[in-house]
T-cell receptor
Framework: GAVVSQHPSWVICKSGTSVKIECRSL??????MFWYRQFPKQSLMLMAT?????????EQGVEKDKFLINHASLTLSTLTVTSAHPEDSSFYIC??????????FGQGTRLTVV | AQSVTQPDIHITVSEGASLELRCNYS??????LFWYVQSPGQGLQLLLK??????LVQGIKGFEAEFKRSQSSFNLRKPSVHWSDAAEYFC??????????FGAGTRLFVKA
C-alpha cells in the first residue's frame, strides 16, 4: 500500500514551453502533497506544500508563477513548469501523506529543457 | 532553524565491511526521523523510520539505525555491506508531521 506514482518519468521540452508533471496517490487519499527539486548530486529541496482544495504554500525563493501547483483532488497534484528554460532542468519528486503518516515518495520526473 | 546534517559527503567501504552513516538534526522537539536510499536517476526508497519507542530501529536490506536524543543523532548502520548497497543515502526529518527536510546526502562507494 501507500504507492505514489509520478508521470512522466522523464520529459524533454523546448525552451519557452510549459510542461506538466502529475503526482498520484494510487491507494490512499493524500491530504497533503509535497514537491521537491533535486539538482545533480545534491539533496532534495522542498519547493511547495499543497493541500487538497487550497492554494499551495511555496518555500522562500520558489517562484509561484513559474511553478504552478494544483491539488484538485485527494489523489492528484500537478506541477506545471511554465515557460521552461534550461536552468529549470532538474529532477522533480513529489510525495504524499495522509492523516499522521510519513510522506510516501514518487519515483521522480527528470525534466530536460533544450 | 531546523536542519539535518550529514557530515560525510561520501564514504568508501570494502564489500563485507561494516558501515555507519552519520546524521545529526537540529530541532526543538523529537522529530520523526527517516533514512532513504536513492540509486542514480531513481526516486527514494525508505529504509527505516523512527517515530517513538525503541531507539534502535530495524529497516529493510539489513540496515538499522539508532536514535540518540542526547546527541541529536540518528546514525545508520549495516554490519556487512554488499556491492549493491552503493547509492546515495539521505537522512530526513519530518517536522511535526508537516513537511520533510533532507540532509545533503552521503554517497556510498563499495569496493571489491
Amino acid at each position: 500500500g501507500a504507492v505514489v506514482s509520478q508521470h512522466p518519468s522523464w520529459v524533454i521540452c523546448k525552451s519557452g514551453t510549459s510542461v506538466k508533471i502529475e503526482c498520484r496517490s494510487l491507494d490512499f487519499q493524500a491530504t497533503t502533497m509535497f514537491w521537491y527539486r533535486q539538482f545533480p548530486k545534491q539533496s532534495l529541496m522542498l519547493m511547495a506544500t499543497s493541500n487538497e482544495g487550497s492554494k499551495a504554500t511555496y518555500e522562500q525563493g520558489v517562484e509561484k508563477d513559474k511553478f504552478l501547483i494544483n491539488h484538485a483532488s485527494l489523489t492528484l497534484s500537478t506541477l506545471t513548469v511554465t515557460s521552461a528554460h534550461p536552468e529549470d532542468s532538474s529532477f522533480y519528486i513529489c510525495s504524499a501523506r495522509y492523516a499522521n503518516t510519513e510522506a510516501f515518495f514518487g519515483q521522480g520526473t527528470r525534466l530536460t529543457v533544450v | 532553524a531546523q536542519s539535518v546534517t550529514q557530515p560525510d559527503i561520501h564514504i568508501t567501504v570494502s564489500e563485507g565491511a561494516s558501515l555507519e552513516l552519520r546524521c545529526n538534526y537540529s530541532y526543538g522537539a523529537t522529530p520523526y526521523l527517516f533514512w532513504y536510499v536513492q540509486s542514480p536517476g531513481q526516486g527514494l526508497q525508505l529504509l527505516l523510520k523512527y517515530f517513538s519507542g525503541d531507539t534502535l530501529v530495524q529497516g529493510i536490506k539489513g540496515f538499522e539505525a539508532e536514535f540518540k536524543r542526547s546527541q541529536s543523532s540518528f546514525n545508520l548502520r549495516k554490519p556487512s555491506v554488499h556491492w549493491s548497497d552503493a547509492a546515495e543515502y539521505f537522512c530526513a526529518v519530518n517536522l511535526g508531521g508537516f513537511k520533510t527536510i533532507f540532509g545533503a546526502g552521503t554517497r556510498l562507494f563499495v569496493k571489491a
